[in-house]
Nanobody
Framework: QVQLVESGGGLVQPGGSLRLSCVASGGISNFGALAWYRQPLGTNQRDAVA????????IYRESVKGRFTISADNAKGTLYLHMNDLNPEDSAVYYC????????WGQGTQVTVSS
């Protein structure tokens, strides 16, 4: 049973930064793609924010390009999302997702951007 545990969310002022982490039980090397999704509070919409696809290429949602960076550390079995220049529209619950034979989701970590 794969378990994904996110951390690093919290309250940050506009223009601030956060780093989200997602640790996968059993490591991440066997997954074909790794991603971060987000779901704004009060909505049912989950959207992809950043994805590492097979071959290591990163794909970003247009609104976060230049501000967010997705990375993975195989040795630590951890996926990261570095978020800079945050704005209130980035407020959401952030989920890490990993695809093997099926998709696996973490429990989410909330990010609130507010002054």
């Amino acid at each position: 049973q794969v378990q994904l545990v996110e951390s690093g969310g919290g309250l940050v002022q506009p223009g601030g930064s956060l780093r989200l982490s997602c640790v996968a039980s059993g490591g991440i090397s066997n997954f074909g793609a790794l991603a971060w999704y987000r779901q704004p509070l009060g909505t049912n919409q989950r959207d992809a924010v950043a994805t590492i696809v097979s071959g290591g290429r990163a794909i970003y949602r247009e609104s976060v390009k230049g501000r967010f960076t997705i990375s993975a550390d195989n040795a630590k079995g951890t996926l990261y999302l570095h978020m800079n220049d945050l704005n209130p529209e980035d407020s959401a619950v952030y989920y890490c997702v990993m695809w093997g034979a099926r998709d696996h989701w973490g429990q989410g970590t909330q990010v609130t951007v507010s002054s």
